[in-house]
Every structure is written in structure tokens, then in C-alpha cells.
């Protein structure tokens, strides 16, 4: 796997834009993800996350723009690199008279690859009967025998599209491991969530796109530095805001007594200098979760 | 991989596909079976026949009724088989493709490596296959059958009438197929190529009628697969010749648009 140790990362994606007409679609989708990496892929249902996905496995075409995955152009047809992605659609779909066996042995063959022991091996590890038919398996087991047929084969990179949904606790532990795995054997891993708390543990970066529009692309740190957060300081005397305000990302300051309330973007560390020089006694600090930094990058890249 | 799709297309028709093919098997038993008792009424139904108007015995082939040939083109192959034949044709085609797109599953399908061409060309051969699977049990059943009830028909002439059919199937699955491919909705483009096999036949049944409609029929594939004394004189080679160019262009237009479209997802 040479493309683990060079420079050029396994996804590429530059200004993809695919339009349907008027509102749906993408525009100028950007973003790279490097060999080895788990991506989150962030975005409201609709924003254009499916879309995107389904132009990088080929499926639509796109209108401009270029996706580039494993050193190849995966916007022409290219078996060979298919045949190094693991795919699982948002709106999963299979045939319906099938049992999970036949299934999946026919995704197997397709790939011209023999997995019945990795099948058996993930049908165990995710409980799940591949003997019954799929119409009669429920929604979280029919989505197990997806994520199944995206791993089955070992794949270099794997596209998942909202793959948690529908698996209950247990199985999406196990299918984190899986991930991990994954991780560990140097494959790429983009995964797509409209909840940011279902990647944040398990992504190292993530794009986030609202209305098909990129709104950022970023390390989960950053993201963390970058948001907006509530710090209250409590001091046995009366301070000055005046002094407080002026510090750099310093947003809002409001005083209540011998307490002060900052809210404030990036690194608190001027901040703290000051509070200490002030004699601060208690220093409480309120970190806003990542849904909240998710929810307020949307709005403000589309105030309503 | 072409053959995993063919088998796995065979096995998605398989039971309508056997209902179909039973279907002409006891259709074309049971008329064969009545033609003895019908030789015995002789010229009585020959009279009985000669009061249609001229256009209904043309389509029909009324004119020599009790005779063998004229006893199976009316009864079997100017209306029954033909749709019968059609009626598979245009379902697997149909389905070949937005059979696909409107349950969901091609997102998976198309998303495997292999070409869409490829996994096309696999459904077409299971199409072909199915076709030819009907026009050999056809022909065999008259073939045995006819022994019992000499019925005095050229093998020759009945193996053409018979191809002449699959190749009216074969038509129809390429005109299916392709409308499949370009509106992705199966109950629509079996809709769409039930609708233009009717509007095809009923020119070519008001052709003999209707002198402009006689012109429009010269391009009408029910005219090169049915038109003339098939089975008392065989058919010119043009007319397979024409049925088979124009169903394989229709082919190669399913793969052009399958290769160049948006895959439909639910």
C-alpha cells in the first residue's frame, strides 16, 4: 500500500458541484482526506451529503469539479478502483427475497472474491442471521448485513453513509472496533452523520456542508478552539470588565457582583493571566459541545 | 461477474417466466387437441369463417382455417404467442434496469466493479435466453403435438414463424429496456411499451383497411414478424433480418443511456 507513505492523500475532492435543476444539489465541494484518517462528514439532512458520496462511487455524474480517490479519476469509470472501496448508501436496499447468505455472496462474486469466512466472521461479531430472508429481518439487522457487504472485502477506502442508523448500542460498539480496525490496517474511512456527537470520538476531522455548500473543514481541536464558549470567573472584590473586553476573542462581558461572565472564541490563556493577576478564586468553564459549535458554524454560514 | 447477473436475473423472473411458458404450453395443447373435432365439421366452419370481412380473415388468416397451417396461425400465432411473448419481453426489459432504480438496490448494484455495460450485457443475455427458452418450448409443443393431430405444417415454415416471434419479444424487451433506462420507473416503461406494442398492432391490423396506414406499416415490426402466409410460405429474410437490427440497436441504446446516466436512488 504505497499511497500510505506518499504525500498525495487518498481523497481529493475539489469543487464538486452537481446541480439538479434549482435548489438541491452541491456547489464546490472541497476537501482532502488523508491515508489512514477517519472523516466525519457533517450536514443537516439534505444538506448534500449523500450527493456528494454518491458522485465519488460514480453513480452520478458530476456537473464540474473533480474527485480524486487512491491516485484515480473517480468520476470516470474505474472498476479497479471500485473494487478498492467499501460502500454503504444512506438508503440501504436489498433484495428483498434474498437471505443475508445470498446477499452478500453475491456482492462477493460480483467482486470476483470468494468471503464466506469474513462474512461468517462479521455476521457473529454483529448478531445477525444471514440464513432468514431480507424481507424479514428488521431495519437495524438489514443495515448490519450493509455494513457487512462494505467491510467483507477488505476495502483500501470505505464510504459510509449515515452508517449507525438503525443499529442499536451494542452493535454500533462492536461496529466501532470494526472501524478501528480498519483504521489500524491504514485504510481511509469517510463517514457521514447529521448528528456531530455520533463522529466526534471516532472521526480525526471533519467537513461540515449545509445546503450543498462547504461551511468547513477541520480538525475536531480546532473546531473546539474556534467555538464559542462561556468562562465564568468569581473573584472576592469587584474587577474592572474594561481590561477584560479588550483581550482578543473576547466576545460579550457581564458582571454580576464579584462574578464575571466572558463568552470568548479560541485560547483562553490571556484570559486566565489576567484572572490570576486579579486574584480569581474560581474559574468555571463551560464547554460547549460539538452540536452546538455544528448547529451555530450552519447558521452562520446561512443566516435565515 | 456477466454470468453471477445472468443467473441472478433468471432467478428474479424465474416463477412468472415458468407461469408464462405453462401458460403457452397448455394453450397450445388444448387448441391442438380440438383441431380433429374441428376437421370433422369441415366445410361448415370454412363457410362460418368466409362471413368475417376480408381485413379480419387477413389478420386472423381465416381464409384456409381447417387446413393445419391456417388452423395454428389464427388460433396461436396471430394474437396469443405473440403476446404472450411480448408480455416477457417487455417485463424483463422493463425491469432490467429500473427494476433496479425503483426498489433501490442499484445504488450497490452499480457501485461494484463492474462496468454498467458488463452488468447490462448480463441481463440482456438472460432476456435473449428467456426469449429463445419460449420459442423452443413453442416449437416443440406444436412439433409433438401436430404429430397426434396431422396437422400437416412445415417444420421449416413453423421454426420461422416461431423465431419471427421471439424476435417480436426481442424487440419489445429492447424497447422496455430502453425506456426503463431513461425514465427509471419499471411500472412506467412497462406502461409505455405495453402502450406502443397496442398502438403498433392496431395499425397493423387496419393496415389491409387504411391505405396511409398501410404505408406507415411497412416500418411496423408486427407487419415483419406476422405479415404474410408464414407458415404456408415462410417470410422474406428482410424481415428477420430488420426485426433483429432494429432490437439490437434498442440494446445498444440501453447501454449508451444506462453508461451516461444518474443512477435514481429511493
Known sequence: MHYLWSMTPTIEIEKLSKSYGKNRGIEDISFTVQAGEVFGFLGPNGAGKTTTIRAMVGLIKATSGSVRILGHDALQTSEELRSRIGYLPGALTLYPTLTGWEVLRFFATMRDRHLDREIAEYAERLNVDLHRKIHDLSKGNRQKIGVIQAFMHQPDVLLLDEPTSGLDPVVQKEFEIMLAETKSRGATVLLSSHVLSEVEHLADRVAIISEGKMVVSERISVLRDRAVRKIELAFDHEVQTRKYLAIAGVKEISQRGNKLTCVMAGKGTELFRLAVEDGVISIDTHETSLDEIFLSLVKIENPQ | ?266
Not at chain 2, 417487455?90 to 442499484?106: H, L, Q
Not at chain 2, 418450448?137 to 396431422?150: A, D, E, Q
Not at chain 2, 421454426?159 to 420507473?185: C, E, R, Y
Open chain 2, 1 to 266: 461477474m456477466m454470468l453471477t447477473i445472468f443467473k441472478k436475473n433468471w432467478r428474479d423472473h424465474w416463477k412468472t417466466f415458468s407461469g408464462w411458458t405453462l401458460g403457452i404450453v397448455l394453450m397450445s395443447t388444448i387448441e391442438l387437441s380440438v383441431y380433429p373435432t374441428l376437421l370433422k365439421s369441415g366445410n361448415g366452419i370454412n363457410d362460418f369463417m368466409k362471413n368475417f370481412p376480408d381485413s379480419v380473415q387477413k389478420i386472423f388468416h381465416m381464409q384456409d382455417y381447417t387446413s393445419g397451417p391456417g388452423f395454428i396461425s389464427t388460433e396461436l400465432f396471430s394474437l396469443v404467442l405473440p403476446m404472450v411473448i411480448i408480455a416477457i419481453g417487455s417485463s424483463w426489459g422493463s425491469s432490467a434496469v429500473a427494476g433496479e432504480e425503483e426498489a433501490g438496490t442499484a445504488d450497490l448494484l452499480f457501485s461494484l466493479p463492474v462496468s454498467r455495460q458488463n452488468i447490462l450485457l448480463g441481463k440482456m443475455f438472460s432476456i435473449i435466453s428467456a426469449l429463445l427458452a419460449v420459442g423452443i418450448v413453442t416449437y416443440l409443443t406444436i412439433t409433438v403435438g401436430s404429430s397426434f393431430v396431422n396437422l400437416q405444417i412445415s417444420r421449416t415454415f413453423l421454426a420461422s414463424a416461431t423465431v419471427l416471434i421471439v424476435l417480436l419479444g426481442f424487440f419489445f424487451s429492447g424497447v422496455g429496456l430502453l425506456i426503463g433506462a431513461v425514465v427509471g420507473k419499471k411500472a412506467l416503461a412497462v406502461g409505455i411499451t405495453s402502450g406502443l406494442a397496442l398502438l403498433m398492432s392496431i395499425i397493423y391490423s387496419l393496415a389491409p383497411l387504411v391505405n396511409s396506414l398501410d404505408v406507415l406499416n411497412k416500418g411496423n415490426p408486427f407487419q415483419w414478424a406476422l405479415g404474410g402466409r408464414i407458415l404456408f410460405e415462410g417470410s422474406p429474410w428482410q424481415n428477420f433480418f430488420k426485426l433483429f437490427l432494429v432490437s439490437t440497436a434498442l440494446y445498444a441504446a440501453s447501454i449508451f443511456v444506462t453508461n451516461n446516466k444518474d443512477i435514481r436512488t429511493q
